[in-house]
């Protein structure tokens, strides 16, 4: 069964930091693409982050660009995301997906956590 978990999200002040964690199971992690995607209700889920399978490509969208990083371990079959400088309108429900495009498209992902609520207050 394929499962992608996601963990780390909360409530945090405006100016502070959160670390997503992805755990995979069920498919071969080191041949995907491992992508974020955020969502705000009524909106549609976008893209902010992706890493390549293994050479270390990694995108951003501008909006996230210089405050989030996205990592992977593939031994561990799981991949992060660091959050700093967490703003108001970063709030969201965070998804980790797998899939075969970086910049990533929800066309394009075979595989979708659950996703986790990021809530940051002003």
């Known amino acids: 069964e394929v499962q992608l978990v996601e963990s780390g999200g909360g409530l945090v002040q405006a100016g502070g930091s959160l670390r997503l964690s992805c755990a995979a199971s069920g498919f071969t992690f080191d041949a995907k693409v491992i992508a974020w995607f955020r969502q705000i209700p009524g909106k549609e889920r976008l893209g902010i982050s992706c890493?390549?399978?293994?050479?270390?490509?990694?995108w951003y969208t501008d909006s996230v660009k210089g405050r989030f990083t996205i990592s992977r371990d593939n031994a561990k079959k799981t991949a992060y995301l660091e959050m700093n400088s967490l703003k108001p309108e970063d709030t969201a429900v965070y998804y980790c997906?797998?899939?075969?495009?970086?910049?990533?498209?929800?066309?394009?992902?075979?595989?979708w956590g659950q996703g986790t609520q990021v809530t940051v207050s002003s």
């Open positions: 890493i390549s399978s293994s050479d270390g490509f990694t």
């Open positions: 997906a797998a899939g075969y495009s970086c910049p990533p498209y929800s066309d394009l992902t075979d595989y």
